[in-house]
């Protein structure tokens, strides 16, 4: 394992997930549920997505090298441009993503139910989402795998237990908004990184 690259992984995972839709899911699902139960059902619904990302950016590794880097450029560039064009509308979107989610979880569950129930919604939340774009292409970039799941899902982890310990201390304290130009920045910096590599 290349601890350089976990951190990497991390910081980058950690950032983007913070002002998703993630962060407010577990929040609300810990108001429903006891708190443990969701980040347990949360983590096992990281750990599958993130295997399934990182088996396809193993597969991505396969293509050539520059056609690979391209494609990484083009992927963080895309995730800066999300990240900063849903900055304005972020504190916004968070309340009706606290409703969507709400609803989902309206019944109260104990024990394995709680699990699974947090399980479902993360794992159905997640897909195609820009935290899964990137694990693959940092691990077609680094050709890591087993690094980059580390850092992915220590990330998300992260992300989750903020959400489920101290999630509503942390919104009034901080606009989603700002994370989001955080998250944009961090994105171009990869970019800027990797075409760097691509054509040097």
């Not at 290349?2 to 609300?28: G, M, R, Y």
């Not at 993503?97 to 699990?115: I, Q």
């Not at 700002?178 to 054509?199: D, F, K, N, Q």
Request: glycine fraction near 8%; include cysteine; charged fraction near 15%.
């Amino acid at each position: 394992m290349d601890l350089a690259v976990i951190a990497l992984t991390f910081a980058a995972i950690f950032v983007v997930e913070l002002p998703d839709k993630t962060f407010i899911a577990a929040l609300v699902l810990s108001t429903r549920y006891r708190p443990l139960l969701v980040w347990i059902g949360v983590g096992l619904a990281f750990f599958v997505q993130v295997l399934i990302a990182v088996t396809a950016g193993q597969l991505a590794s396969l293509l050539p090298e520059t056609l690979v880097r391209g494609v990484a450029v083009a992927i963080f560039l895309l995730g800066a441009v999300l990240l900063y064009r849903a900055a304005p509308n972020a504190d916004r979107e968070e309340a009706e993503a606290e409703e969507e989610y709400a609803s989902k979880a309206a019944d109260a569950k104990t024990g394995l139910r709680a699990v699974g129930a947090s399980f479902l919604v993360l794992f159905a939340a997640e897909w195609g989402d820009l935290s899964q774009l990137l694990t693959i292409s940092l691990v077609a970039k680094y050709q890591e795998p087993v690094s980059v799941f580390v850092g992915a899902w220590l990330a998300l982890l992260a992300v989750s237990g903020l959400a489920v310990l101290a999630g509503r201390f942390l919104l009034r304290h901080m606009k989603l908004s700002v994370l989001h130009y955080i998250g944009s920045t961090v994105c171009l910096v990869l970019a800027g990184v990797t075409l760097w590599e691509l054509l040097g």
